[in-house]
């Protein structure tokens, strides 16, 4: 059974920082592309970033470029999202995807002073 557990949401200021985390079982993580989506109050989800199963590729919506940061550790089946210089459209429920099918139950943030 696939399960994909994101962590590290919270509220943060206009200009912090969050790490989110999601700690994937349930099939070969080392295998698989990963995603980040976030859904805000009243749009449709939208792609955050991607990354390939062995890391050597990564894609960024060009609304996070330059703040968000992907990656995983394929030895902790885990993969994160560095979020950097947070503004308050970054507001939004976070979601881990795997193999564009798969998805967790998402991590809210919030960026508001």
């Known amino acids: 059974q696939v399960q994909l557990v994101e962590s590290g949401g919270g509220l943060v200021q206009p200009g912090g920082s969050l790490r989110l985390s999601c700690v994937a079982s349930?099939?070969?993580?080392?295998?698989?592309?990963m995603s980040w989506f976030r859904q805000a109050p009243g749009k449709e989800r939208e792609l955050v970033a991607n990354i390939r199963s062995d890391a050597g590729s990564t894609n960024y919506a060009d609304s996070v470029k330059g703040r968000f940061t992907i990656s995983r550790d394929n030895t902790k089946n885990t993969m994160y999202l560095q979020m950097n210089s947070l503004k308050p459209e970054d507001t939004a429920v976070y979601y881990c995807v795997a193999k564009s099918r798969y998805w967790g139950q998402g991590t809210r943030v919030t960026v508001s002073s």
């Open positions: 349930g099939f070969t993580f080392s295998l698989a592309p």
